[in-house]
């Protein structure tokens, strides 16, 4: 089975900018799950979409948004971008249990590498 | 939120060596899960394990959630188990949310 794919894989940018990152989850999984790591503040959530819904979302600017798609896929948008956006993104997916007390293990694409100059 | 330590944040080994790679949460959690982070960026899953004990090769895992704590052991290190190594923990009432640890440094000397 094929695992996470994230394209591009890096990707430079200037500050003001608008970037679109995609992820292709795990076939069958539903869940996709963004992630944002950075020297200083280490890996913190950006959001979860499940059929094409965002479920959870963790605390950063408007300027950051995403959307899954039918077929699970999703995409992640930042605009405006700033110097400290320069980070690696990653995304998770995993089948997501219907039950909230229930967990699924979430697997990692190999991110993407944003530097904005 | 919940909080999670990692500890010790960097570790030394000579080729061959055992270590115990810690990890402390503030909160119950219903799972938990290890991962090596890769040069490249990318986290390997390494273990998912709510309690009790895995193994898998040199590599094993045990979670006391009663105590709020887990603990990688890794056994005769080679040089390709350098790299970060996380755990996480998913958030109360939003199982996709995983808060991460800071991270444990592994350098293994050949």
């Known amino acids: 089975k094929a695992g996470v794919t994230q394209t591009p894989r890096y990707l430079i940018k200037t500050r003001g900018q608008q970037v679109t990152l995609s992820c292709s989850p795990i076939s069958g999984h539903r869940s996709v799950s963004w992630y944002q790591q950075t020297p200083g503040q280490g890996l913190q959530f950006l959001f979860e979409?499940?059929?094409?819904?965002?479920?959870n979302k963790g605390n950063f600017p408007g300027r950051f948004s995403g959307r899954q798609f039918s077929n699970s896929r999703s995409e992640m948008n930042v605009s405006t971008l700033e110097l400290g956006d320069s980070a690696l993104y990653l995304c998770a997916s995993s089948l997501r249990s219907p039950t909230i007390n229930s967990y699924n293990e979430q697997f990692f694409g190999p991110g993407t590498r944003l530097t904005v100059l | 939120g919940i909080q999670v330590e990692q500890s010790p944040p960097d570790l030394i080994l000579q080729e061959g060596a055992n270590s115990t790679l810690r990890c402390n949460f503030s909160d119950s959690v219903n799972n938990l899960q290890w991962f090596h982070q890769n040069p490249w960026g990318q986290l390997i899953n390494l273990f998912y394990i709510p309690s009790g004990t895995k193994q898998n090769g040199r590599l094993s895992a045990t979670t006391v959630a009663t105590e709020r704590y887990s603990l990688l052991y890794i056994s005769s290190s080679q040089t390709t188990d350098s790299g970060v190594y996380f755990c996480?923990?998913?958030?109360?009432?939003?199982?996709?949310?995983?808060?991460f640890g800071k991270g444990i440094t592994l350098s293994v000397r050949p």
């Open positions: 996480a923990v998913p958030a109360t009432g939003a199982n996709s949310k995983l808060t």
């Open positions: 979409y499940f059929s094409e819904t965002q479920r």
